[in-house]
Nanobody, 125 residues
Framework: QVQLVESGGGLVQAGGSLRLSCTAS????????MGWFRQAPRKEREFVAA????????YYADSVKGRFTISRDNAKNTLYLQMNSLKPDDTGVYYC??????????????????WGQGTQVTVSS
């Protein structure tokens, strides 16, 4: 069982930056593939970014490519999402997710077993 706790959300103006963190309560963090998803009001949860066990392989949604960067620090059991050039469309609850079942990075919600409680990101225009 892995518990995930996100932090770093908040209110920011368009064009601004935020860095989200996700801390995992496990001694084997490096065994988990990690991902970030977001959910806007009245919309389904959507993929944002994903990273493999050691941080060599990353994937991004087209909507955030070039603006967001996913990274991890396995020594600190922490996943990060650096978000730059934020837009109002980036508004939503951001969730981190973890899974150790599959060997490949996945971009779907079904590919993750453990989820955090989410952190709110609001981008004003």
């Amino acid at each position: 069982q892995v518990q995930l706790v996100e932090s770093g959300g908040g209110l920011v103006q368009a064009g601004g930056s935020l860095r989200l963190s996700c801390t995992a309560s496990t001694g084997t963090f490096s065994r988990y593939r990690m991902g970030w998803f977001r959910q806007a009001p009245r919309k389904e949860r959507e993929f944002v970014a994903a990273i493999d066990w050691i941080g060599d392989i990353t994937y991004y949604a087209d909507s955030v490519k070039g603006r967001f960067t996913i990274s991890r620090d396995n020594a600190k059991n922490t996943l990060y999402l650096q978000m730059n050039s934020l837009k109002p469309d980036d508004t939503g609850v951001y969730y981190c997710a973890a899974d150790e079942r599959f060997s490949t990075v996945t971009t779907t919600t079904l590919g993750y077993t453990y989820w955090g409680q989410g952190t709110q990101v609001t981008v004003s225009s």
